[in-house]
């Protein structure tokens, strides 16, 4: 798969980097890594690499629903034209588990026909906390700053409370709002009929909550509350990464 000239350029970006940043791989998404894990759901796996997501992609036959855009437009592009080879002419809708730069700054790199899905939790902690966490993560080398130059919140075309229940056509993602947990406003995605569950941050390694600097708030306020009974209640305690297989319990994917 061809990557796009401004990942190519950001990749050109690694020989300015510190020392101690290229200890680490750089913060790109991997397309050509992109496989099938269920009968609807194709991920682009994050390989463990700092700053880069596990992007989902969830396939109907009316439109394709994209989880999470990597850090920054350039990365977005890339996950964007994953996006349109798999939908062809169908519709494409896109949302991201919460509004870390990783997950959420590629989001502009989409055209406006790409509808933007956002809780209303994560439209409040856009507002509350802008780009401080964005500016943390762009004094990290020259490459992060490539990437996020010029980066900002893309506007949702739809909001919604606490549940979302989109229809692909042949195949339905729910989207819940957690609440405070990773970060003010994070947002699963439970595909019911191949079993995958996109957890964002809220499965991973254990960790404390990253909020924007100078925000404080409760962790794990739904979360610790379970979710709705078509969603196996066991998935709300999981940590773990990579993704888990599916089977008789869920795919985890922590994006």
Same mark, same amino acid.
């Given at each position: 798969?061809?990557?796009?000239?401004a990942?190519?350029?950001?990749?050109? =970006?690694? !020989?300015?980097? $510190?020392? *101690?940043a %290229?200890?680490s791989?750089p913060?790109?998404?991997k397309?050509?890594?992109?496989?099938q894990?269920?009968?609807?759901v194709?991920?682009?796996?994050?390989n463990?690499?700092?700053?880069?997501?596990?992007?989902?992609?969830?396939?109907g036959?009316?439109?394709?629903?994209?989880?999470?855009?990597?850090?920054?437009?350039?990365?977005?592009?890339a996950v964007?034209?994953v996006?349109?080879?798999?939908?062809?002419?169908k519709?494409?809708?896109?949302?991201?588990?919460?509004?870390?730069?990783?997950?959420?700054?590629?989001a502009?790199a989409?055209?406006?026909t790409?509808?933007?899905?956002?809780?209303?939790d994560?439209?409040?902690?856009?507002?509350?906390s802008?780009?401080?966490?964005?500016? =943390?993560? !762009?004094?990290? $080398?020259? *490459?992060? %700053?490539e990437?996020?130059?010029?980066?900002?919140?893309?506007?949702?075309?739809i909001?919604?409370?606490r549940?979302?229940?989109?229809?692909l056509?042949?195949?339905?993602?729910?989207?819940?709002?957690?609440?405070?947990n990773?970060?003010?406003?994070?947002?699963?995605?439970?595909?019911?009929?191949d079993?995958?569950?996109?957890?964002?941050?809220?499965a991973?390694?254990p960790?404390p909550?990253?909020?924007?600097?100078?925000?404080?708030?409760?962790?794990?306020?739904?979360?610790s509350?379970?979710?709705?009974t078509?969603?196996?209640?066991?998935?709300?305690?999981?940590?773990v990464?990579?993704?888990?297989?599916?089977?008789?319990?869920?795919?985890?994917?922590?994006?």
């Amino acid at each position: 798969m061809r990557t796009p000239r401004a990942v190519v350029a950001a990749l050109a =970006v690694t !020989a300015t980097v $510190s020392p *101690l940043a %290229a200890q680490s791989p750089p913060p790109i998404v991997k397309v050509d890594g992109l496989r099938q894990i269920s009968a609807h759901v194709h991920i682009i796996p994050d390989n463990s690499v700092p700053a880069v997501p596990n992007v989902g992609y969830v396939v109907g036959n009316r439109a394709v629903l994209v989880i999470d855009t990597g850090l920054g437009p350039p990365n977005g592009a890339a996950v964007y034209e994953v996006a349109k080879k798999l939908a062809g002419t169908k519709a494409i809708y896109v949302v991201t588990t919460h509004v870390h730069p990783e997950h959420d700054l590629g989001a502009q790199a989409f055209p406006d026909t790409a509808k933007l899905i956002r809780s209303t939790d994560q439209v409040k902690d856009i507002a509350e906390s802008g780009l401080q966490l964005a500016n =943390v993560f !762009a004094s990290r $080398s020259a *490459l992060h %700053a490539e990437l996020l130059e010029d980066a900002d919140f893309r506007k949702a075309d739809i909001t919604f409370e606490r549940d979302y229940d989109l229809d692909l056509g042949g195949v339905r993602a729910k989207l819940t709002a957690m609440g405070p947990n990773h970060t003010v406003g994070d947002t699963i995605v439970w595909i019911e009929s191949d079993r995958v569950l996109f957890s964002g941050d809220i499965a991973m390694r254990p960790q404390p909550p990253l909020p924007a600097p100078n925000q404080v708030f409760d962790s794990g306020s739904r979360a610790s509350t379970g979710w709705s009974t078509s969603t196996p209640p066991s998935s709300s305690r999981v940590t773990v990464r990579p993704v888990t297989a599916a089977g008789s319990s869920p795919a985890i994917v922590p994006t």
